[in-house]
Every structure is written in C-alpha cells, then in structure tokens.
C-alpha cells in the first residue's frame, strides 16, 4: 500500500493562494488514482478533486470549480492541489488519498495521508 504525506497548509487571507502537496512512498504511484478531500469539526469529509493515472482526466467539486487545480508529477511521486481564490468557507483539514478510480466516493479510496490544515480569514 502506497504511503502519503501532505504538506503546504497555513493560513492565508481571503482571496489568496496555496499549493498543497502530497508525496507518495512504498507503492507503484503511476497506478493510483490521487484525490483530494477536506474535513472540518462535525462534518463528513468531503470531495474535492481527484486525477487520473496519466493526468489527463480531473474532477472536481463543483464548490471549487474554477479556483482549485490538481496536478500529478509521476516523476517526483507527488500530487499538487493548487488554491487560488481562497474562501473562509475553504478552511478544513485537507487529506490525499489513492484509489484505484477517480470517483467521490472517499470509501473507494485505499491509502490515506495524515491531513494537512489550511485556514482562510476573512
């Protein structure tokens, strides 16, 4: 099973940017699909973005549409979630996680990293 590790929260204001990273170990990185997904206190965690195998197929959250990109580097084991127009209402626990289809289902999703926080202020 391939071993994840987040990196790249903070705190930002409104309107700002971060890029969230997450470097993958111990497993065949180029067979998984990556997602990403987020969690706040007291609420399910959600989907927000995934990519395929070869990095030519995304999907996203509809909340995030437009603002948030994923992106893969197979050479260096890494997916990227890039975060422009940050909203307070972003603000959540961010988890990578590989599944083996890109889908929003996170209990399709096998390997999970420790989360890495990010928090916008208004």
């Known amino acids: 099973q391939v071993q994840l590790v987040e990196s790249g929260g903070g705190l930002v204001q409104a309107g700002g940017s971060l890029r969230l990273s997450c470097a993958a170990s111990?497993?065949?990185?180029?067979?998984?699909?990556m997602g990403w997904f987020r969690q706040t206190p007291g609420k399910e965690r959600e989907f927000v973005a995934a990519?395929?195998?070869?990095?030519?197929?995304?999907s996203y959250a509809d909340s995030v549409k437009g603002r948030f990109t994923i992106s893969r580097d197979r050479s260096k084991n890494t997916v990227y979630l890039q975060m422009n127009s940050l909203k307070p209402e972003d603000t959540a626990v961010y988890y990578c996680?590989?599944?083996?289809?890109?889908?929003?289902?996170?209990?399709?999703?096998?390997?999970w990293g420790q989360g890495t926080q990010v928090t916008v202020s208004s």
């Open positions: 990519i395929n195998w070869y990095g030519d197929m995304t």
């Open positions: 111990g497993g065949a990185f180029s067979e998984y699909v």
């Open positions: 996680a590989a599944g083996r289809r890109i889908n929003n289902d996170m209990r399709t999703y096998t390997s």
